[in-house]
């Protein structure tokens, strides 16, 4: 196998808010904010749903390298409800490996409120249900071993127990690829990501604010010199301004493209991320691999959702 994700999976129930709502409800634009059970379910009920759709950001990843033809694999914890199934279903209609077996568990399969404003950006609220409870046992080591990268989420440290998982995984990894998620996880886990990012990872992917915020700098330059020194592969999206790789010290930048219908910002990282591996692995250049995540994300961002 390529490539194999393993990270939150999080059923994605999509709506259309203005800024208002965000503000009545205190909620920070562009960022994920953990809520439980009871405010996962007062929130929704004063939306009215565009889209339901099989989700979490590793995962979107996994089909959008899928889609283009690798073979590639997902674990993620999904419980045996309605959910967990049309969540299984989704991922194997797109060709992927599914490889967590489900069973009946306490919590429920986990669900993520994307709330779109009319400037295209994204926020979402989720409740993690039974995603959050991966642990070392829900992962086996031959099929890490049998794999090209293991490609994780910053997410996944958000609950449970994730450095026991963490550590199975990295030790059985051929390579150990990662994404910083999003600001607010970096400032959650900044500690516990440094240590992942200078010690134990061999590529990241972060967004200019990620970055920023771990190695609590306002420099992109600094962001820069940080991720040569580290002799591995970071990958940085600037938005608007494009994309970055540094790989082993050498960097090399791609435009983003412009005269985009922006629609919704949701997966664009993600699927950036696909693009960029599905070159590493099929043995693309540098600048390759930057112009396929730039094309898949340029794609995903003139829809609503995270699958192309």
């Not at 989700?55 to 999904?78: E, H, P, R, Y």
């Not at 071993?145 to 449970?160: A, C, K, M, Q, V």
Request: aromatic residues 6%; hydrophobic residues 40%; negative net charge.
């Amino acid at each position: 196998m390529k490539i194999l994700g393993i990270g939150n999976a999080i059923v994605d129930v999509i709506c259309k808010v203005d800024d208002q709502y965000l503000i009545n409800n205190q909620l920070t634009k562009s960022t994920m904010k953990l809520v439980d059970e009871i405010e996962f379910k007062k929130l929704l009920s004063t939306l009215n749903i565009e889209e339901t759709i099989s989700g979490g950001s590793i995962a979107n990843s996994i089909v959008g390298l899928s889609q283009l033809g690798n073979n590639v694999g997902f674990i993620g914890k999904v419980n045996a409800d309605d959910l967990g199934q049309k969540y299984e279903d989704g991922l194997k209609k797109e060709k992927v490996n599914y490889l967590y077996s489900k069973k009946i568990e306490p919590f429920p399969t986990g669900t993520c409120l994307i709330l779109i404003t009319p400037d295209s950006e994204r926020t979402m609220c989720t409740f993690l249900g039974i995603a959050a409870k991966i642990n070392d046992e829900d992962i086996d080591e031959q099929i890490i071993r049998n794999s090209e990268i293991t490609f994780l989420e910053g997410y996944l440290w958000d609950e449970g127990e994730p450095k026991k998982a963490f550590d199975k995984v990295i030790n059985s990894s051929n390579k150990v690829a990662m994404s910083l998620s999003d600001l607010f996880c970096v400032e959650r886990h900044k500690k516990q990501f440094l240590d992942l990012v200078e010690n134990k990872l061999d590529i990241v992917f972060a967004n200019e604010q990620e970055i920023l915020s771990l190695i609590s700098s306002k420099s992109f330059n600094d962001a820069v010199s940080y991720a040569k020194s580290l002799n591995k592969i970071m990958v940085i999206t600037r938005g608007e301004k494009g994309a970055i790789s540094i790989n082993n010290g050498k960097t090399v930048e791609f435009p983003a493209q412009s005269n985009l219908k922006i629609i919704d910002l949701t997966g664009a990282g993600d699927l950036f991320a696909a693009g960029y591996l599905n070159g590493l692995i099929n043995k693309m250049t540098i600048n390759e691999s930057l112009a396929k995540g730039t094309e898949l994300s340029s794609k995903i961002i003139q829809k609503i959702g995270a699958r192309i």
